[in-house]
């Protein structure tokens, strides 16, 4: 994470590439590395993959289809290895969760938790969050999006590749449907008041918090470098907005 909680962070947007100064091509939210996948989650891959991949196709998602069933479907951008989006979806029966990663091991990691826990609730997809949310999913129809710990690009040059900017918002907002929410979490407190402005300036959503910051909801576990950092003293900020 940054520099005062060491965790990883959960990349986001668009792969990064040695062709992104073309100023035709939109600036990238995060760099793809290369991770070697452990034999656990090459293995799930191989055993889970299947039924729990849904391939990037540019065309409408069909959830019901995809589920087996019709329910509340959130979206988690950037899941990293995928331990709170298992513990959220196993709370959660009765809803749907689609998680999107571009990273091979976070994506094994969270297949092998499927699998362990036997979650049916939950898919990914492997692929750029922002083509997804414009191609695969259908205006004013989720639930809700989950954005947690993303990169926060500390440096004052970097900072026009941080996600939560102005148009991914809006992009975001019209997936929602009215009363869904949008719930970002930071531990960087730049990262934390650029997105309170931001979010806030989105006409079509409502900060849930009368003072700026939400409390963390009850449904968003604590990570194990998110507790540790808390011990030391280090801040978390949450964000929750309605769809109006």
Known sequence: MNSKVSSPRHDTGVIESASDAAPHRPIKSFVLRAGRMGPGQTRAMNDWGPRFLVPYAAQPLDTAAVFGRNAPLIVEIGFGMGDATATIAAALPDTDFLGLEVHGP???ALLKLIGERSLTNLRIVRHDAVDVLEQMIAPASLAGVHVFFPDPWHKLKHHKR??????????LASRLAPGGYVHCATDWQPYAAQMLEVLG???????????GYAPKPSYRPLTKFENRGL?????VWDLVFQRA
């Open 231 to 235: 011990k030391l003293g280090h801040g």
């Open 201 to 211: 300036a989105e006409p079509a959503l409502v900060n849930t918090a009368t003072d």
């Open 162 to 171: 941080r996600l939560i900017q102005p148009t991914f918002v809006a992009l």
């Open 106 to 108: 976070g994506v094994g």
